[in-house]
């Protein structure tokens, strides 16, 4: 296959992989890189959304990234950069395409919050010095003191691309500090007031800067009623406080002094983390990699099914202990699964609401939470019983063993439901992820315990009536 036939097929995978409403725009900028139109690929490419540049660059084959690099300069391309997710690229690998000094300078250009994104996400810790090392020194040292904070915390989150301003300047004064630094800031929507010692004392809106006469003193105009994070907290509980109070941006202060900013689109970008990160855990699967090797998927996958299958042990046991009754009344092994698959669900559902509750930091009483979950159950489980009662009794025209049926339905519901309430609200108190109390391991659990519950009321209706 010749050079130009490469470049061809290149250029046709760049197109596929991209939306299709810029898919003749991508073909025009594609072209420009093949045929050295470097003034029309740099005005086409500033034309689309910064996202958009993002998936563009990243698709591109190695030799026209390289010519994109040859064309854009550092805080260019630190825009490009921005906008892309160090979990799903492989930034070391984009980063070796570029020179040493075009890299630092790049990552130095970029916003602090996503440069130390990118830069915590290099395995290796020589190519991560060396990248320190070209950059300016005081730049370097905030990156410094910004990777130290453990993964998952706001310190992790915050950034240093913010604008704060002395409480001594009049409104006047504080715009002009503001137009000054607007350059830099990823946000001027709230402007942070701090005293001498760095300490912050209030939040203005540029809103309020714009409104108020230019005489007024800042200290008079602006919030002091600061809602703050530490920044050993839990991305989380961040996440919550910007949702409950719809902030655009949150400070992050130690002792009262301001350390940085978390912005908005990094709670969005954990929300969906923390929510993949659920519901890996409800799956019993890591959802958030799905393009592992099969062989590397099914490792991960194995232990848990594996373990899973002990459990169902125990069901399969319990229904060999009372092989006996099954072969005085054969009708009974029909129910089993009917029996054991409602009450799964019954509890799976009580699961993800539980799950979720303890998620938004609900409170309520645990003997609250009781009487709400077994009234809930007994509802559940009444209609249920009922209507199986109905179907089997019709059915079989056996009215006992329809009674048998529907009352084993609703006292199993009623378990599972609790079960999958309280088994997360335990694991909660005692420091485990609730979410690990995941869909398998409540249904297993439900069979066992359906099981149990189906053919012990079963037992006592043949005591009793002779036969069911």
Known sequence: MTEEMHHSHDSDEVVEELRDELSQQAKKLVSDLEHGHADAFRQGFAELHGFDQGQFYIHLPSQLRRQVIDWLTPNEMADVFDELEPDEVDMAALLEEMSPKYAAAMIDDMYSDNSVDLLSSLKDSHQLSMYLALMPKQDAVGIQKLLKYEAKTAGSLMGHDYVAVQDTLTIQEAMLAVKRAAEE?????????????????????????????????????????????????????????????????????????????????????????????????????????????????????????????????????????????????????????????????????????????????????????????????????????????????????????????????????????????????????????????????ISTLSDLTSVLIYFNIAGWFIKIFGVV
């Open 185 to 441: 800031a990823e946000q001027i929507t709230y402007i942070y007031v701090v005293n001498q010692a760095n300490k912050l004392v209030g939040v203005v809106s540029l809103r309020t800067l714009m409104l108020k006469p230019d005489t007024a003193r800042l200290v008079d105009v602006m919030d002091t009623n600061l809602i703050t994070v530490a920044p050993d907290t839990d991305q989380e509980e961040v996440a919550h406080i910007m949702a409950d109070y719809n902030f655009s941006s949150l400070p992050v202060v130690l002792d009262d002094e301001l350390l940085g900013i978390i912005m908005v689109d990094d709670i969005v970008d954990v929300i969906d983390e923390e929510a993949a990160e659920d519901y890996s855990h409800l799956a019993g699967v890591d959802v958030a990699k799905l393009d592992e090797r099969p062989l590397t998927a099914a490792g991960k996958r194995l232990p848990w099914l594996i373990g899973l299958i002990f459990l169902g042990m125990g069901t399969a046991s319990v229904i060999d202990g009372f092989n006996s009754m099954v072969k005085v009344a054969p009708i009974l092994a029909v129910f089993i699964s009917l029996i054991t698959g409602t009450a799964g669900n019954a509890g799976t559902q009580s699961l993800a609401v539980a799950v979720r509750r303890l998620a938004l930091n609900e409170s309520s009483t645990f003997v609250r939470m009781l009487f709400t979950e077994i009234f809930i159950g007994l509802l559940i489980g009444v209609v249920a019983g009922l209507t199986i009662f109905g179907v089997v009794w019709f059915w079989k025209s056996d009215l006992l063993l329809g009674v048998a049926v529907g009352l084993a339905m609703m006292m199993a519901i009623l378990v599972a439901n609790v079960a999958g309430a309280f088994i997360p609200l335990l694991m909660d108190l005692i420091g485990v992820d609730p979410a690990v109390a995941s869909g398998p391991f």
